[in-house]
């Protein structure tokens, strides 16, 4: 059966429809990037060609957007620094949107954002294929800030080492002396977490140290729940010496867990968190922690997304900024 003739402006989606494949795939063939096999590539651009597909009008607006997905984090201040230094550089304003917990505004977002035509978009709040792909049929430019799952190959983002900074952190608390290392670990799904828990795990098994599934305890990444899970490891008989933690806002609640039980950090506890976001070095004892370099992702989110929209062939869309451990009074040997 033969598809009929599209009614209005031919899409990438349409062009994937008739060839047969995903959309992804028509993305690559247009952007002339590899992993497509010949035949299908001469496929997709004799299509391309029949239906004298034209890449929608690059976007001309003096303004981008910035998507978070919450700001009460505090790390939501350190991309907000970044992407603004850039665009102040490029003289442009910045539309701020937050999607809260429910995402209920990304629908009426999406369709204001199409509206406006921005410059580029910084995404740090999770979206969907589609949407994704409602920006590319309209040839603005986005750019996924630390992705939180596995992204097509296709898909822009910065991000940094996650696994790199789990291992680090886990190998300073070895190299203390620790053996009994706890770690509050993200919600299941999370690609970061996932990847901060491997390294966790890795730098045991490098040290010869049996991985305890009862000391790894998930939990959201906020201060509360930081609070519970800490809890619950420092009321057992056995517990940690030590407690890794997914983000800087659970230590701050292993913080308070470790008060309320009667215990000293570093005395009784030692603490490692992750992002260091400013009121790491605020506490009392300063946090050690993993520096996640968050306005310098941001700062290489925005000018990736500027640089796709003024059509440049950039060496990589994907990029990983490098994580350093800060060790600041919440580490020390353990006791006896």
Known sequence: MTQAEPGGPVTIAYIAESAGVSVPTVSKVLNGRSGVAADTRARVEALVSQYGYRR?????????????????HQWGVEIIRGVEQVARAHRLGVVLTEFGPQRNAIRYWLDNAITRRPACVVTAAHMSPEEREKLREKGIPFVVFDPPGELPDDVPFVGATNWSGGRSATRHLLGLGHRRIAMIAAPEGLLCGRARWDGYRSALEDAG??????????????RED???????????PDRPTAIFTCNDLQALGVYQAARAAGLRIPTDLSVVGFDDVPVADLVDPGLTTVRQPLTEMAVAATELALALGRGERTPQIGLELATTLTVRGSTAPPRG
């Open 226 to 236: 930081g609070r519970a899970a800490a809890a619950g490891l420092l009321a057992r």
């Open 56 to 72: 929608p009008t690059p976007p001309t607006s003096n303004l981008m957007e910035l998507v978070v997905e919450d700001l009460t």
């Open 209 to 222: 140290v049996p991985v305890d599934p009862s000391l790894v305890v998930r939990a959201d990444l906020t």
